[in-house]
């Protein structure tokens, strides 16, 4: 079976691992900690196909370990015991590297069973997961390991790859390859941080390149373009990135940035997430615009309904209109911190009995001592405005609601505080 070439080109040595130079740059914690020959359990953060395989394997490599690898996708109990039952053979006399990836698919259950392992030094642990640790890691492997994050790596970055990727496809092959103006910078972009997909794509480039004449071909630019996975964005409707994306989302609607907003409204509407767009709108125009201008809620669920009446590819026009509208609209969450403090009181035990002029009408009991219900109708008062409780007794004087500084508002202010005089 052919090997495929993102595996033929896999790093032997941390100088040639492309990016990461926050964690294997000269000097860097990661670094230092593999120059020194001493391993500790390790737990590897971060996206796909950005090097945390290809570091495990220098690492085991540099330290003559035994490497060991599973997929918590697929593997079981058994799986690890197999591997634990290989200590002190002659193949693991300097000890077994065990590189678990996607470790989040592991159970509770499945992962105690590594403390035993990792606890006595049997094995050294490097468990892989694209997904929060501290959120799917169980806390006692944490305890026990160090947690390094692997980042998405520039595009500037991955050239380096995709030139190292080109050339050796035409050494392997006995070919001269012509690389057309900007196929390299378009497939290291479109690639998404994905080292990996990066590769493939060079390697599909060039089984379907043009043929100049005898063993010269030629890779053009818009081969790379029909052939380059759309994946410029990383995206996973149940993991961290959904999330960053949405609050990224709504953070730059809060903070009157169209552009940013645009930008990630883009994103979640490429990956098809019509859904999730819509929703967060809403909430933004109603927790953060607000009482600044009230009217923009019902606009908002106007070009809300009718993006989820047209469907994508047409709902991008309405739901642009309804973000920069909200980008630039006057900003106050008054009545989201007036709503979260009442709900605070009442968690918290301070509700009491509604007073009495305020309850539906019905019979007095015998004990009463005042039997009425006194209520007081507002409309038949100047201004319909009349002075009564209506809070409980236990919390008469509480505050909820304060005036945002906005024009609305302060209008809304003015006015009151006229009529209450």
Known sequence: MTKPLADSLRPESLDDVVGQEHLLGEGKPLRKIIETGIIPNMVFYGPSGIGKTTVASIIAKRTNKALRKLNATTASTSDIKDIVAQIDTLETVNGILLYLDE???FNKKQQQVLLEYIENGSITLIAATTE????????AILSRSTVFEFKTVSSKEIERAVERAFSKCAEAQGLTLDIEDGTVHYIAAACGGDVRKAINSVELCVLTARQQY??????????AMELTQKSAMKYDREGDNHYDILSAFQKSMRGSDSNAAIHYLARL???GDLASACRRLIVCACEDVGLAYPQIIPIVKACVDSALQVGLPEARIPLADAVIMVCNAPKSNSAYMAIDRAIADIRNGR???IPRTLQNKHYDGADAAVKGQFYKYPHDFPNHYVVQQYL?????DAQYYEYGDNKTEQAYKAYWEKIKK
């Open 392 to 396: 409980p007794n236990e919390i008469k």
């Open 132 to 139: 929060n640790p501290y959120f799917y890691v169980y806390n």
């Open 103 to 105: 470790i989040q698919y």
């Open 351 to 353: 509700t009491g009995d």
């Open 214 to 223: 005898e063993n010269s071909y030629i890779v053009e630019l818009k081969t």
């Open 269 to 271: 509407l490429e990956a």
